[in-house]
């Protein structure tokens, strides 16, 4: 189930963005609008969402948390994207990651 919104994920809200992997639940968070959605089969999908949502591509990244070990990764096929400084699956900038991080910490502050 894919979730879009701009508020944290209730408990009830990440059951159901987890049915789809378990043990982890992919999202793309556009960092300027702090808007994230989440759930999804593939970070494309939730791409589309924020883009058709007005989102700017170059503030979209995706990523997942893995809901046993609680750790948050930067990793994307949307995230390759040269012209905008990131040439690998992982997000490149420190400052974007740190973005990212924080994000996702807020949108699923139920868990984390």
Sequence with gaps: MLITQSL??????????AEQFEVYIKTVIDIDK???SAGMDRH???EQVLLQQGSEQRNLWGGGIDLETKEIDFNSFINIRPRDN???N????????KKY????????KEIL
């Design 8 to 17: 944290p994920f209730s408990s009830d809200q990440i059951k159901q963005l």
């Design 34 to 36: 702090k808007v994230c």
């Design 44 to 46: 494309f999908e939730g």
């Design 86 to 88: 990131n040439t690998k």
């Design 90 to 97: 992982e997000i490149q900038s420190e400052e974007i990651k």
């Design 101 to 108: 991080k924080e994000l996702t910490e807020y949108f699923f």
